[in-house]
T-cell receptor, first 113, second 114 residues
Framework: NAGVTQTPKFRVLKTGQSMTLLCAQD?????MYWYRQDPGMGLRLIHY???????AKGEVPDGYNVSRLKKQNFLLGLESAAPSQTSVYFC????????????FGPGTRLTVT | DAKTTQPTSMDCAEGRAANLPCNHS???????VYWYRQIHSQGPQYIIH???NNETNEMASLIITEDRKSSTLILPHATLRDTAVYYC???????????????FGQGTILTVHP
């Protein structure tokens, strides 16, 4: 199992550009999450999904959209990137609420200039 | 979710036990205590969790006080590879409205030195 993978690993965007971050998991997990981590801070939840075709807002959803068309993939979109979105983005998944462990991907480092 | 308080940083000698404290005085009856760690530039890694009783796994032990207002994560024989940020998180499990989301604070930076 590859676990949770994220594409790309690094990206530099100019203000106003758009991009999509891809998260994929091969563990057949129902729940998937997108977090962002700013320097010196803990992770903050952006959006999450409790199953294929469902999405919900987390703590800091503004400026982001998500889609979960396939169970194994969770996409995070930035329609018009802003410097405030410079961060490291982590995706996570877990099998079910009864299973406490979340598995995290390696992260995507995004810089918006 | 209840708020947690952890020391900003701690040091530990290699081979010794590392004891990381966490205060969660507002924890409610259905909330679990989770510990994750994040090694530099990597995604967080689950360590252990518990509700009331002490727990142990291959990585660590979790001691929860009887009133559940605080807990301690114990790494019995710390190695250099245990240097990381350790997060204590309180969250509902199944049935709650949190949908399994984790609220990360700033954690404790544990430095294990030779």
């Amino acid at each position: 199992n590859a676990g949770v993978t994220q594409t790309p690993k690094f990206r530099v965007l100019k203000t106003g550009q758009s991009m999509t971050l891809l998260c994929a998991q091969d563990m057949n997990h129902e729940y998937m999450y997108w977090y962002r981590q700013d320097p010196g801070m803990g992770l903050r939840l952006i959006h999450y999904s409790v199953g294929e075709g469902t999405t919900a807002k987390g703590e800091v959803p503004d400026g982001y959209n998500v889609s979960r068309l396939k169970k194994q993939n969770f996409l995070l979109g930035l329609e018009s990137a802003a410097p405030s979105q410079t961060s490291v983005y982590f995706c996570a998944s877990n099998r079910a609420l009864l299973v406490p462990e979340q598995y995290f991907g390696p992260g995507t480092r995004l810089t918006v200039t | 979710d209840a708020k947690t308080t952890q020391p900003t940083s701690m040091d530990c000698a290699e081979g010794r036990a590392a004891n990381l404290p966490c205060n969660h005085s507002t924890i409610s009856g259905n909330e679990y205590v989770y510990w994750y760690r994040q090694i530099h530039s990597q995604g967080p890694q689950y360590i252990i969790h518990g509700l009331k009783n002490n727990e142990t796994n291959e990585m660590a032990s979790l001691i929860i006080t009887e009133d559940r207002k605080s807990s301690t994560l114990i790494l019995p024989h710390a190695t250099l590879r245990d240097t990381a940020v350790y997060y204590c998180i309180v969250s509902e499990n199944a049935g709650g409205t949190s949908y399994g989301k984790l609220t990360f604070g700033q954690g404790t930076i544990l430095t294990v030195h030779p």
